[in-house]
């Protein structure tokens, strides 16, 4: 990996942490631009009450010295303002009553607190199979990290990457081009229809008819104590050809891209351009015919989503990200009690009906950190200036050939 990012924290903890690696030195740094980017995941029709609670915004720890990169590790911190509703719950302090299906005391303070144990797994969670694996009695220990609240760090490094791509006219947007059953089948857009969606839509659909259809639907399911999934669509223009490599399975740029888009909290199936209705199709049907305009390459379809063979062709990136229904419902679902084997039904706290716009949002993040790899590991350089350097020769001798 020559763009490396990690992230850390709990769901309910102080803080989520993001420490990226391998950005060159002299890279303009807009956090404001960070900030926006985590605003807009936290938006959309459907999310939970945690989104009140909430106000995302990065906070530099290393890496970035007046408004640049300096080429070291970039640490960016973001605050849970909700931890203060769960200091002791998710205190690092040692417990004076192990057993969890007593009250407990807590160090700190002394005073006889329940902890809030959850041992009624949520099918769809990671509650279950994360407690097996971990011996964990209380899945909190699972489900504070396999929550989504962990994806806030990675829009964090994400919109790093962003803005490294800017420097060489690469730009990324979403869009909902379906929740739950409405449309029947994907909306398909163009770059300048999802461009066009206000940043006050209520679920990023480049539709408005349909979106007010999908409105409704979250209000159903909401009625119904019910949650809804969809697909999402991710699209980054700019993008010139030559990325990733047809050499190795583990060069294939869409392998790499559906790695991290299946990365992503509740996202279960990736396609690349329109994939899966192609696979229904004779070949005469899907291949994106080749032209020459005089001065380039061209194609006058995109079926392939821009990629060929694990190379970007030069034409549009478009990835669709397809998200299973929330796995916490109000209306709980049949579950068992870890604890007595009882048949019961799995916890609820408080949650979403649905999050497919900031599953779009998230998936623009993962594919900038993809083609910032790509981009890293095909143009080198510690600098800016060398990666730019570095840049302009390939695109000379690609205007050549
Ligand atoms: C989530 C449950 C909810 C969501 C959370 C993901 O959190 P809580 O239990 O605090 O209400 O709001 O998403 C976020 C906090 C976020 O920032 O996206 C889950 O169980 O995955």
Not at 85 to 99: G, K, Y
Not at 117 to 131: I, K, N, S, Y
Not at 291 to 317: K, M, Q, V
Request: charged share 25%; net charge negative; glycine share 10%.
């Amino acid at each position: 990996m020559f763009f490396k990012f990690t992230t850390a924290g709990e769901s309910h903890g102080k803080a989520l942490v993001t420490i990226v690696e391998g950005l060159p030195a002299g890279m303009p740094v807009d956090k404001d631009a960070i900030d926006y980017e985590l605003w807009r995941r936290q938006q959309g029709y459907g999310r939970g009450g945690r989104m009140k609670i909430e106000s995302d915004k990065v906070e530099f720890l290393s890496g970035v010295r007046h408004g640049r990169t300096i080429g070291s590790p970039i640490t960016m911190i973001i605050e849970n303002r909700d931890f203060v509703h769960w200091q002791e719950v998710m205190s690092a302090e040692p417990l004076t009553a192990p057993s969890v299906d007593e009250p407990v005391v807590l160090e700190n303070d002394g005073a006889p607190k329940v902890r809030r144990v959850v041992t009624r797994p949520r099918p769809g969670h990671a509650d279950l199979a994360g407690g097996q694996k971990f011996a964990a009695r209380d899945l909190r220990d699972i489900l504070e990290r396999a929550s989504a609240r962990e994806t806030a760090a990675r829009v964090a490094a994400g919109a790093l990457a962003k803005q490294l791509l800017a420097q060489f006219g690469v730009d990324i947007k979403s869009h909902v081009i379906k929740l739950g059953s409405i449309p029947e089948t994907p909306i398909e857009k163009t770059w300048e229809d999802i461009s066009a969606i206000e940043r006050d839509s209520p679920l990023a659909c480049a539709d408005k008819a349909v979106e007010a259809e999908m409105v409704a639907l979250v209000d159903t399911a909401k009625a119904k104590g019910d949650t809804l999934g969809g697909i999402f669509e991710v699209v980054a223009k700019g993008v010139m050809p030559g990325l990733g490599s047809h050499t190795s399975w583990y060069e294939k740029l869409d392998g790499r891209i559906a790695q991290a888009f299946m990365s992503i909290q509740a996202v279960k199936a990736v396609e690349l351009g329109t994939a899966v209705s192609n696979a229904g199709r004779f070949g005469s049907e899907v291949h994106d015919e080749i032209f020459h305009d005089g001065s380039g390459f061209t194609r006058s379809t995109n079926r392939a989503g821009g990629l060929e063979g694990g190379i970007t062709n030069g034409e549009e990136l478009r990835v669709r990200g397809y998200l299973k229904p929330i796995s916490t419902l109000r209306k709980a679902l049949h579950s068992v009690d870890i604890e007595t084997k009882q048949e019961d039904l799995a916890a609820f706290e408080r949650s979403d009906i649905t999050a497919v716009p900031a599953a779009g949002v998230i998936g623009e993040a993962m594919l900038a950190i993809v083609l910032a790899n790509s981009f890293r590991e095909k143009f080198g350089g510690d600098s800016m200036e060398e990666m730019k350097r570095n840049f302009d020769s390939y695109r000379t001798s690609l205007e050549a050939y």
